[in-house]
């Protein structure tokens, strides 16, 4: 038991000085808070994804009918089924000690299944030899990039739906609060100044509308892949097997939806992903281009929610519930600062930056293929991981929100110049002459007191219905549609 707990401690040990000593902030300091994108995004995520595309793509070989590579046992299918279930980071490291000798990552992925007695690897394969007859048929006719850019997108998949759970959470909580807030009169502020009034929910309704048509152009992409050689021409199977339609084999391969725990054997696999007919070596990554633009274009939305929370938090609209033992300022002890939303505006930034430089740099290639795509893909974790921090942080800043109704009303009272806008329309309704440069001279640039409108208005030749309605109204009740809009999101 002793041994068990000096294990675990010096276990721990290592966890926190791999955190204090991380070159990012992503596996340092925020670590624990991206625990779902690491499986995904890290390098044994993407060893993961090769295993897994390598033996989707051995398996369905079986099913060509060549004489010599029968169809697979429903034992065999199993057994790679299970190793690609099953793939482990201890599995990753291996891979990774044998391509210390190969030094080629997807060559390295390759031995480790099917085994290399020179290099002394047994493989995946060891204890079937139906599968080790058939070992030469791993990686059969591919070039690294058809096990890459397949694997990409299955890392994209996978992060995308965890980016879409945040971003679906954020949804939901503004909602929320757009419905409960939807009759709270706020006073507007266009180009800063004081401007007609709307409502708390309605604003939030507004962010509401935007980020629902963003998270739509986000999953509405789709995420493509090719198997189709060193030049997307298909000449190593032509030039192996010309009688098979490769290219349908392919989209079959790559369309046909990735197995689940309780698939059965005689069921064929897939990867789940659309098929990419035309390609150079790689695949052109222009649905990443569209992937990641539609990413930045919601981190850019939210950047706009964080900057306009901070300002209500500023000007005393918001509450931040306390939290004990928590610190504002170093000095001011009564510091309760809107950390969670400048939080989530720098690394929204951070996020947008990486993507606008991954949707840029990545559909180009000279000629056929160069390697500047390879290391920058490595970053798509680091991108969409700035992402998902920044939804974490909003989420937990809209959590801390309270209304404060005595802020909000005594902006209200402190601005009936507001209600230049509608007596000037009434005005105009009636035909008044020169409705708008007489509110104009009387309100513009000056402190406007109720009793001067309420004067101003009992002076006018309008319908007394009119003149009633509008002495009757005030800066709080002059919010239009917004309660209704609010509702309705």
């Not at 068990?4 to 040990?13: E, I, P």
């Not at 990039?145 to 945040?166: C, F, K, M, P, Y």
Request: glycine letters at 6%.
């Amino acid at each position: 038991m002793q041994a068990h707990a000096d294990a675990s401690l010096a276990h721990a040990a290592d966890a926190v000085d791999a955190a204090i000593t991380a070159l990012s902030p992503l596996d340092g300091r925020y670590a624990p808070k991206l625990a779902a994108l690491r499986p995904i995004f890290s390098e044994y995520g993407f060893m993961h994804r090769r295993v897994q595309v390598e033996l989707t793509w051995f398996e369905r070989l079986s099913d060509l009918g060549l004489p010599q590579f029968p169809p697979l046992s429903g034992a065999a299918r199993a057994h790679l089924r299970r190793v690609v279930r099953e793939f482990s980071p201890a599995d990753a490291a291996a891979i990774k000690a044998i391509e210390k000798t190969t030094n080629h990552d997807v060559k390295a992925v390759e031995y480790w299944i099917r085994g290399n007695a020179e290099l002394g690897v047994p493989g995946v394969f060891a204890g079937w030899p139906e599968l080790q007859r058939a070992g030469e048929f791993v990686h059969f006719a591919c070039t690294s990039e058809d096990i890459n850019n397949t694997s990409h997108a299955l890392q994209l998949q996978a992060g995308r739906a965890v980016l879409l759970q945040g971003l679906d959470a954020i949804i939901a909580r503004l909602r929320e609060a757009a419905h409960a807030w939807a009759a709270q009169p706020m006073l507007s502020r266009t180009h800063g100044q004081t401007a007609s009034p709307t409502t708390v929910g309605k604003e939030l309704a507004n962010v509401v509308a935007r980020l629902q048509a963003a998270r739509e152009r986000i999953a509405a992409v789709r995420l493509l892949a090719k198997m189709n050689g060193a030049v997307g021409n298909y000449n190593a199977h032509v030039a192996a097997c010309p009688d098979v339609d490769w290219e349908a084999f392919s989209r079959g391969v790559v369309e046909t939806p990735a197995p689940g725990p309780d698939t059965p054997p005689d069921v064929p696999i897939g990867l789940g992903l659309t098929f990419q007919p035309y390609s150079i070596q790689i695949e052109p990554h222009d649905y990443m281009a569209e992937l990641f633009d539609a990413v930045a274009r919601s981190n850019t939305i939210l950047v706009d929610l964080a900057r306009d929370v901070w300002g209500y938090i500023s000007l005393g609209y918001f509450k931040q519930k306390l939290k004990a033992g928590e610190i504002g300022s170093s000095t001011m002890p009564h510091k309760v600062n809107p950390i969670d939303f400048e939080n989530a505006e720098g690394n929204l930034g951070l996020a947008n930056a990486l993507l606008r430089h991954l949707s840029e740099k990545l559909p180009i290639s000279r000629w056929q293929r160069d390697l500047t795509d390879s290391t920058v893909l490595r970053n798509m974790g680091v991108a969409l991981g700035y992402a998902v921090l920044a939804h974490q942080s909003l989420l937990t800043g809209l959590a801390k929100l309270e209304l404060n109704p005595e802020a909000l009303a005594a902006d209200l009272n402190a601005a009936w110049e507001v209600l230049a806008e509608p007596i000037q329309t009434v005005m105009r309704l009636h035909g008044v002459p020169g409705a708008y440069e007489k509110l104009k001279a009387a309100t513009r640039g000056q402190t406007v007191t109720p009793e001067a409108l309420h004067a101003l208005i009992a002076s006018l030749d309008i319908p007394a219905a009119d003149k009633a309605r509008l002495l009757a109204l005030t800066p709080a009740q002059y919010t239009g549609l917004a309660e209704a809009l609010a509702r309705r999101i």
